[in-house]
């Protein structure tokens, strides 16, 4: 993640600070019931900032650190691109109007709470966004699928934290090097083999 110079993006182009305020401040805008998925269709899909690769790498890195993920991963690409200036672009139009939105929509919801109505309306939108997350985890996982050692942490890291109920953050602490030292080896390994072919 580069802090000073700059980096392309996936196709090649420069991404300005007001490229980042502009599409996130979209992102905020659409992201309705999970912001993740619409985040994923326009920075690897329709804008192409990132490959699907560098997408779930920087993801992957927001999850393991503290706060919300999607918060996490638009200070990670403004930062990629732009530094602390473009950091703050992504983040503060991501958030902006959205911000005014739910305060706004906090103030009805006190006053309409206890509507049979209402009750109904957010359960609807909880099953939206539940399907959701689960198109935006089948997309993630494609490129896991070719690798065997990918499978297998995100297999274990499941049935640790879905079915046996661990605790998310020793979980992570646990499996994230060995998720690490997994992939260096399977580099390594590629590297070698191409090094052989060469030869």
């Known amino acids: 993640m580069a802090t000073g110079s700059r980096v ?13 305020f502009v599409g996130f401040l979209g992102l905020g805008l659409i992201s309705f019931g999970g912001a993740l998925p619409f985040v ?15 997408f779930i790498d920087l993801l992957g890195l927001c999850q393991f650190l503290p706060g ?3 918060i996490n991963l638009s200070v990670a690409i403004g930062m990629r691109f732009r530094g602390a200036i473009g950091a703050l672009a992504a ?21 309409t709470q206890h509507d049979p109505i209402v009750h109904h309306m957010f359960g609807g939108l909880a099953a ?9 985890a089948m997309k993630v996982a494609k490129p896991i699928v070719r690798s065997p050692e990918g499978i297998f942490v995100a ?9 046996v109920r661990l605790p998310l953050l020793p979980t992570m602490l646990v499996l994230t090097p060995l998720s690490i030292a997994l992939a260096w080896r399977r580099q390594r390994s590629a ?3 191409h090094k052989d072919t060469v030869k």
């Open 191 to 193: 590297l070698s083999a």
């Open 128 to 136: 939206t966004a539940a399907g959701l997350l689960i198109a935006m």
């Open 155 to 163: 297999a274990v890291i499941f049935a640790a934290i879905a079915l």
């Open 68 to 70: 919300g993920n999607v």
């Open 40 to 54: 994923r269709r326009a920075v690897v899909e329709q804008r192409r900032w990132l490959s699907s690769e560098e």
């Open 91 to 111: 983040i503060t139009g991501f958030i902006a109007v959205p911000s005014l939105i739910v305060i706004a929509l906090g103030v009805v919801y006190a006053k």
């Open 8 to 20: 392309s993006a996936a196709d090649g182009r420069e991404v300005g600070v007001g490229e980042l």
